[in-house]
């Protein structure tokens, strides 16, 4: 089993698997039991490759085959005593003979050593070995073994191949290993009589794996990013980095996957881990200078004097503990002469933990005064964590300019670093004025990035400590950030506070207030509330400051599309570089560009959001995770898309700006039900429910095809008429035209001509104020489905592959068809985007259409996989056979057939295994 770094085990306990070594232990075990068995089998590879726990796989394999094994485990501290290895060998040998008992693992203790032991030692190992039946001695940490047990092993080692005892050794080379060792091996080699089994690093699929076990959730593909770059496969330091992950927080599930909060973010890792701790034991200078080049590598050539300095030690002592750290395989020097680089980057992580408060500033400090002299150079990263650490033990306003410089200029780009590197300025800083401006820069940061509570308190100290010492327009900036940050962090109490007067109390002038209150009613689904805000005092805000007129202009535009009133909206989606702070900080314009974005892709418009983008380059190549999550949704991209939106849903960066939320809800909800996973599509809009109830009425469509999906009609009819209304008290046209065509069908279902003509004439009505491809859409469809208007069905169908949105246009070209309005032979298309969509959930809907239009479908075989494959999802979601027959048409009975054959031809003996089985990514299909 594999445990972490040398198999001692972690807080999060041993993983009962091992990965990406079944063909070492396959051929150790082989090459041991063969006839003409190697005399000895070497299992290489640096530390925490694994090797322990491929022995230990060998022994369990060898016992299962009723062989006899002796184990022995070599300690650091034997290589240096002699004959210790060779004296419990022949000790255990003695006790195994006499009693026929194999050892689990030797730990007899080494006499004295005599002047003729070595050759008594000698005479005892051959006589136990000609004594034996066939064994297998498993030697761990073989490098360990002293040069006096490897003379007197030697001799057996060479008995031919097929003796009684089989030597499996556990050994991590090293540049350090004597040369006679090596020319011995070689010749070895050479007669046949040893083999070296050397283990290579964990490809991407078996960590995946490892850590899929581990945590019984997916690793997403940052996480398996980082963790390659990081543990270099060495399946032991993979699992203490997740431990460490865990342990500090930066790592979280949801649905069954695992995200980073910030990949950036270095794990907290224990101070006993293993390898920290084999160094610790080296004593001398290696110890101390193995801590400081963790901190001081990345400054290349300079870090050795650096080092020096940090140890009061010459540079000569420093290169030779730098040289044992080689030996030990913990560096490597290069690329270019004097620069030095671990061989695991994690263990540089490991190795910082040890360093206590003083050692970890004083490195800093050497570090940044190296740079600040130009006597050494690293990145601006480096240097900026370096401030960071060092704090008050270098230059305090020198060191606050340029980590307020670093932080403002990575705010758009890099979030977690931003707000490290601001948060750390902020600290340093006492005077009142630049205290103000960092408090700032940091609100605005976390801001962008929808790190919400620390928004909320930059922002909070500024309004109540500091308003006096800012510009009118960065007062406003904070008090929008306030009240988007209590949005974000569901203080609903406080934002009704705002909205019922506490906002004539905010600081700033009265166009301020105006906005904050309106702001704060958009947060509380108050949507007409906050418009009608916004119109009474229009003579107000509009005459205030250029900040306070584009910001009354931006929300006043979005808040009116929303109602039903697009027309400036559109103007300003047509010509954003007319909005008064176009022209000022690029954050503004980033700002200005997304919030037009977000409100069109609410719509459906997805094409025309795009073509903005294009035509007017967002000042950062970041786009908030629920604008990507949308984006990536309705263009078919589903596999990123569902991936950002676990990840926002996990880290909580989904909440704050409006509606994203319930659009990343909505999206991944569809994208889930489509696919046949119900009960998590179901979670999702619950959640929605939950976190931040705003525009609710755009979860009716997924939770509408959840309910048709398990056969609960009337509940289904229920949400839509539930969510029309509520779309009404609130004043809310957007996401309606899709619920009103839901409706006319329902209603013509029900046999109801006359309710199907008013739901007919509200679409048109809403197509008519929204003018949006996606209410035309749903108004020819409407016409079509109500009026059997063939020439309005192909209407639809035209528009849909113009607005190129798969899932659209696959669901569009299956109603047209389905009501008998156009060619059959469209759901082969349809088929095919819901194929490329992985819509397994409607695909298998689609197969009974095409079947009774005789159309042809791909080969059985792929289809009868296909129907494997969603019957195990719908398994894993936890639905009863009852509930199965519903979803997929047919009975209970032929749900327990196909259940049974699937068991059978997977091998999994239980719903539970078999829902591991998808959870882990191990499921064949």
Known sequence: ???????????????????????????????????????????????????????????????????????????????????????????????????????RTARAAAPAPRPDAGRQLAAELRAAVTACDKLVVLIDDAQWTD???????????????????TFVCALRPSPADPEADRVALDRLRAAGVAEVVTLRPLRESEVRALVARQLQAKPSSSLLSTLRRECRGRPAAVLAAVAGYRRSGALCVFDRHAYLTSPERPPSLPAGLPPVEDLRQLGG??????????????????????????????????????????????????????????????????????????????????????????????????????????????????????????????????????????????GLITEPERRAQALLAHAAACCIHLRHADALDSAWTVLSEHAGLVTPEALLEMEMIYVVSLGGTFDRAALTEICDGGWRSLPGGEGHRILTRAVALCHLDRWREAYEHLAAQRDVWSRDNDTVAALG????????????????????????????????????????????????????????????????????????????????????????????????????LSVGDLPTHTQLCRETSVILGARGQLARAREVIERARTVQPVMLHLLAVPEWCLDQALGATERSERVIADALALAVERGLIVGTEELWLMQAVSELAAGDQTAAQRCVDEVSRVAGLLGTGRARMCHLLARAVVHRDHAAADEAVRLVRRRAQPLEQADTMSMVVRHGLADPSLLHEAYALYGDLDALLRRAQLRPLMREHKLTMERQSLTTAENERLLATLVAEGLTNRELAVVLGGSEKSVESRLGRLFKRTGYRSRVELASAMLTGEYPG
């Open 285 to 426: 200078r290696v110890w101390p200078v193995a801590k400081a080049v963790a901190v001081l590598h990345p400054l290349g050539p300079a870090a050795t004097g650096l080092i020096a300095e940090a140890v009061e030690a010459d540079e000569d002592t420093v290169r030779e503990a730098l040289a044992e750290l080689c030996a030990e395989g913990v560096l490597r020097q290069g690329p270019e002469p004097g620069r030095w680089r671990f061989r695991v980057p994690l263990l540089a992580s490991g190795l910082t933990t040890r360093l206590g408060p003083y050692e970890r500033r004083r490195l800093a400090q050497l570090a940044v005064t190296a740079i600040w002299a130009g006597d050494a150079t690293a990145d601006g990263r480096y240097l900026a964590e370096q401030l960071v650490t060092a704090g008050p033990f270098v230059d305090s306003r020198r060191a606050s300019g340029e980590l307020l410089a670093a932080g403002s200029a990575a705010m758009l780009e890099d979030g977690y670093f931003a707000e490290r590197w601001l948060r750390a300025a902020i």
């Open 147 to 165: 040069p006096g047990s490897r003379a007197v092993l030697l001799p057996v080692l060479r008995t031919p191949a097929g003796g009684r005892v």
């Open 553 to 652: 202009l931006l929300f006043s535009d979005c808040i009116a599309a929303f109602l039903g009133r697009p027309e400036s909206f559109y103007r300003a989606v047509a010509t954003p570089y007319r909005w008064p702070l176009w022209t000022q900080a690029s954050r503004h314009r980033f700002e200005h560009l997304s919030q037009l974005a977000r409100t069109l892709m609410a719509f459906g418009e997805l094409d025309r959001a795009e073509r903005m983008l294009a035509a007017h380059e967002l000042p950062s190549g970041y786009r908030p995770v629920p604008d990507r999550v949308v984006a990536d949704s309705q263009s078919g991209r589903w596999d990123p898309a569902l991936d950002l939106a676990r990840l926002g849903l996990a880290t909580g």
């Open 1 to 103: 089993m594999i445990t972490p770094w040398h198999g001692a085990a972690g807080p999060d306990g041993p993983v009962p698997q091992l990965f990406g070594r079944d063909a070492s232990v396959a051929r150790v075990v082989d090459t041991a039991t063969s006839p003409d068995a190697a005399s000895l089998i070497l299992v290489t590879g640096p530390n925490g490759i694994g090797r322990s726990a491929v022995l230990t796989a060998v022994r369990d394999e060898l016992a299962a085959r009723g062989l006899t094994t002796l184990t022995l485990r070599v300690a650091r501290n034997e290589h240096g005593r002699p004959y210790s290895v060779a004296a419990r060998l022949s000790a255990e040998l003695a006790v195994l003979n006499r009693n026929g008992a194999p050892g």
